[in-house]
Structures are given as structure tokens and as C-alpha cells.
């Protein structure tokens, strides 16, 4: 099993709507949790930081549940601009990270 | 700007022919480290490196050596590629309290033929 999972989608998503996706994590030790965008082939770039029980940031939504080892991902009234895909990521003892394989998201209007 | 710099951005070489990616960062960071993506696979740590002199293996090291004589610097070096290692490499660098807030640099396309 992978450290970290992620349903790869894609999700296709309405403009305007709402979409969620989870990310699982297998090391219970993980103290951190975060989301990266990623545009096509480009570098990833930090979304949202999940350090506790969760985070809002506008449109977005991070939670995380430690008990179900997973953190989620909420977008709020989708554009055009967030197809991307997301990338979560989980980094515990040994300063080792790691990341999932990402779920890619398509707003279509 | 704050940034982090890899060169070359493009790369075809050939099996055996030693290669250096080099990786910048001006933002004083402690904590660097070296990741390829591959279609399915995602993100794989390769090395990473607490600060000068400290490095360790990441998730998938074979094939691979890395160097942190100076700060700012993380070059990752192939000493004989092999088709396998084709990928999109990428650095990225973190100060050490948010070590899992990385910076990456834009990436590096590699293929080995």
C-alpha cells in the first residue's frame, strides 16, 4: 500500500459547483499535511496547510481527520482556473515527505 | 525574488554519460531536497538535505548522488543515466520549521536514450 493515496480523477466539475477529494495517509506518526497545486508538467506550489483539524482559505477547504488517516480538499464555487491537479503531502519523523499521485481536477463551464 | 533555479530545464543525453542538474535557492534555507515525477507515480523524494554536509536517501536513491558543500547549492548528479531515470525532476527547498512548506524550482525534463 502507498504511503500516501489519491483518487487520480479526473473530476469533472461544473463551473460553479463544489467538488471534494480525499487524500489517505498510512503513517500514523505524520505531524503535517499539505495541498499543492500543480498546473500541467509545471512545479507544484503550496495551496493550504493542514496542521490541525483544518483550514479555509476563500474557496478552499482542507480537513483533516486523524482517526480515518485522511485530509480532504473542498472547492467552493469552481472556476476555470482551478483545473489543476492536487497534490497532497504528509511529513512525520526523519524529515522524510511524501506525496501522493495527485487528483486532477477539470472545471468545465 | 525568492526562487529556486534548476539548469539545464532541458536535457536528452545518452546511456552512461555522466550529468549534473544543478539546483539554486536564494532564500537561506536549511532544508532542500530532490523529487522526480513520473506519469502514475506522482512524487518521489530522491535525497534530501538538512544543511551543509547532512544529506540522506530519500525514497528512491539508486542510481543517484547528491552533494550540499554550500548552503544555497544542491546539485544531483547521474553518474551513468540509464533509460529509467528519463523523468521530470524537480528541487525544492523549505526552512526547517515548516519543512514541509517546499519551494520548488521550475523542473528539469530528462531523457536518456
Known amino acids: 500500500r502507498k504511503e500516501v493515496e489519491q483518487d487520480p480523477g479526473p473530476f469533472n466539475v461544473p463551473e460553479g459547483a463544489t467538488v471534494a477529494f480525499n487524500c489517505t495517509y498510512s503513517n500514523s506518526a505524520s505531524q503535517s499535511f499539505f495541498w499543492y497545486r500543480q498546473d500541467c508538467r509545471k512545479e507544484p506550489k503550496l495551496l493550504m496547510s493542514?496542521?490541525?483539524s483544518g483550514n479555509e482559505d476563500g474557496r478552499f477547504t482542507a480537513q483533516l481527520n486523524r482517526a480515518s488517516q485522511y485530509i480532504s480538499l473542498l472547492i467552493r464555487d469552481s472556476k476555470l482556473s482551478d483545473s489543476a491537479t492536487y497534490l497532497c503531502s504528509s511529513g512525520g519523523a526523519g524529515n522524510k515527505l511524501t506525496f501522493g499521485g495527485g487528483t486532477r481536477v477539470l472545471v468545465k463551464p | 525574488e525568492a526562487q529556486v533555479t534548476q539548469n539545464p530545464r532541458y536535457l536528452i543525453t545518452v546511456t552512461g554519460k555522466k550529468l549534473t542538474v544543478t539546483c539554486s535557492q536564494n532564500?537561506?534555507?536549511?532544508?532542500m531536497s530532490w523529487y522526480r515525477q513520473d506519469p502514475g507515480l506522482g512524487l518521489r523524494q530522491i535525497y534530501y538535505?538538512?544543511?551543509?554536509?547532512?544529506?540522506d536517501k530519500g525514497d528512491v536513491p539508486e542510481g543517484y548522488k547528491v552533494s550540499r558543500k554550500e548552503k544555497r547549492n544542491f546539485p544531483l548528479i547521474l553518474e551513468s543515466p540509464s533509460p529509467n531515470q528519463t523523468s521530470l525532476y524537480f528541487c525544492?527547498?523549505?526552512?526547517?520549521?515548516?519543512?514541509?512548506?517546499?519551494?520548488f524550482g521550475p523542473g528539469t525534463r530528462l531523457t536518456v536514450l
Open positions: 493542514v496542521y490541525s
Open positions: 538535505s538538512m544543511n551543509v554536509e547532512v544529506t
Open positions: 525544492a527547498s523549505s526552512t526547517p520549521t515548516a519543512y514541509n512548506e517546499q519551494f
Open positions: 532564500m537561506n534555507h536549511e532544508y
